[in-house]
């Protein structure tokens, strides 16, 4: 591959969450994987590779900041029930099955054939506590070029004796997976403490010390359910609050901490949160689903949170990013509602904005075009609506939001390069 491109077609992306940066019939150029710059006439370029792609779109692609890969086969199963029952009724006993290699032989490749197929190849993800397929898992999303950061879940206290680990081997097999996991070059990672109810204090205190050792960055759960929150205060009566409970065994990285859901905080853990200056990840299909609340997006976008999409799957149902941007703002509009207007709902530049560069940005310089990005881009064909051919960019985007898929995405690249589907088709 030629180390400069230029990419030819309808350019766009969200510069801030209140501005989209559109560059109708316009030339991206990229150098050594990352974007040069944009520019409306052809640029003279030396010996570059020209990509032309007419009149699609072109976007940054999306980043899921909070997906559960082991739970992509229970999709829609148990969405009667509330968090709790949920995990002891449906999702322990799915995990359970990835103690067999073979079972994650036969879902992991159908999860990324679906992620690649819909653009999201920025992710933010838990595995299972098992070692050996969590490093299957990685092992896949590198061999297939996403860009990832893979949990080992952590988990000594569990209802399901099978998910049960005991503190030292959970401890022993963390350093291990950390050690075997320093041959990706894309893939790194992630500290997961399921959630505090599923650790021990002495395990806590663990991984706070690896995270600390080895400048690591930290994924867990927030704040999702009022049982749970109860739960949380139980089992840490010594703690201030839930989300003091990871602030004092040092899981709380600057900068470096996704926390999914973050629907029912206090004022106190809010400011703490800030200062940590975490990532959230709004999951806003799975907080329905689950009956678990609305997370108070725009008053978090206005207090300076770091936020971005997740779909949670399986607590979500569906993997496409244009789906879970359209579910913040339908959530929102409902929060809005019941505010009587005076919380303002999010809109799509607001919402396309989280599922790119809002969640992106905890991979570095992801999902944007602005000039020093990671060249990651979507081809988007929609030419198949009927408006698409008089309306304007800023309209196709809204329908490809709403109305669109992995059909209408006729390419993806990562760091520069096209990246290919990565397992034959199965069923
Ligand atoms: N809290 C602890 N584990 C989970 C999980 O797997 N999904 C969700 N949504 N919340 C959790
Ligand atoms: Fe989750």
């Known amino acids: ?54 009149k699609q779109m072109i976007l940054p692609v999306f980043a899921d900041i909070h997906i559960h890969s082991v739970q992509y086969g229970q999709r829609g199963l148990g969405m009667n029930l509330e968090l709790l029952p949920w995990l002891s009724n449906y999702t322990f006993k799915e ?26 190849l920025n992710l933010c993800t838990f595995s299972s506590m098992h070692l050996e397929s969590s490093l299957m898992l990685m092992d896949m999303y590198e061999e297939a070029g996403f860009r990832a950061y893979v949990g080992k ?38 500290i ?48 201030k609050s839930y989300y003091d409970v990871y602030r004092s065994y040092n899981l709380n990285p600057k900068g470096k901490t996704v926390l999914a859901h973050c629907i029912h905080n206090s004022e106190a853990e809010w400011e703490a949160m800030l200062e940590d200056e975490v990532f959230v990840a709004h999951c806003p299909a799975s907080n329905v689903n689950l009956s678990s609340g609305i997370m108070p997006l725009r008053e978090m976008l206005d207090a300076g949170f770091n936020i971005g999409l997740g779909s949670d799957i399986g607590a979500g149902d569906r993997l496409f990013m244009g789906t879970a941007a359209v579910d913040a703002i339908r959530a929102s509009k409902l929060y809005s509602l019941q505010s009587e207007g005076k919380v303002e709902p999010v809109n799509y530049i607001e919402a396309f904005y989280l599922a790119t560069a809002g ?65 034959p088709d199965i069923c």
């Open 1 to 54: 591959m030629k180390s400069s491109v230029l990419v030819h077609g309808d350019l766009l992306y969200a510069a801030t969450p209140q501005k989209l940066s559109l560059h109708p019939d316009s030339w991206m150029h990229l150098k050594a994987g990352k974007v040069e710059g944009i520019y409306a006439e052809k640029p003279e370029v030396d010996a570059c590779e020209i990509r032309d792609y007419g």
């Open 359 to 423: 969640g992106g940005s905890f991979f570095g310089n992801c999902g944007s075009f602005a000039p020093g990005s990671t060249a990651d881009y979507l081809v988007v064909d929609d030419k198949c609506w009927p408006a698409s051919d008089r309306i304007g960019l800023e309209e196709r985007l809204q329908q490809f939001l709403y109305l669109g898929g992995a059909e209408q995405i006729s390419e993806r690249c990562m760091r520069g390069e096209v990246i290919e589907k990565p397992f």
């Open 153 to 190: 879940v952590n988990m000594d206290c569990c209802d399901e004796p099978r998910l049960k680990e005991e503190c030292d081997i959970s401890y022993a097999d963390t350093r291990e997976w950390l050690e075997r996991s320093k041959q990706y070059k894309n893939v790194k990672p992630i």
């Open 95 to 120: 995990e359970a099955r990835f103690e067999d290699l073979e079972y994650g032989k036969k879902v992991f490749p159908l999860l990324l054939n679906e992620l690649w197929s819909l653009g999201s």
């Open 192 to 239: 997961t403490p399921r959630f505090a109810p599923s650790c021990t204090a002495p395990l806590l205190k663990h991984l706070g010390q690896l995270v600390q050792e080895h400048d690591l960055p930290v994924q867990t759960h927030l704040n999702e359910n009022k049982g749970e929150i109860s739960w949380v205060q139980e089992l840490f009566p010594e703690s």
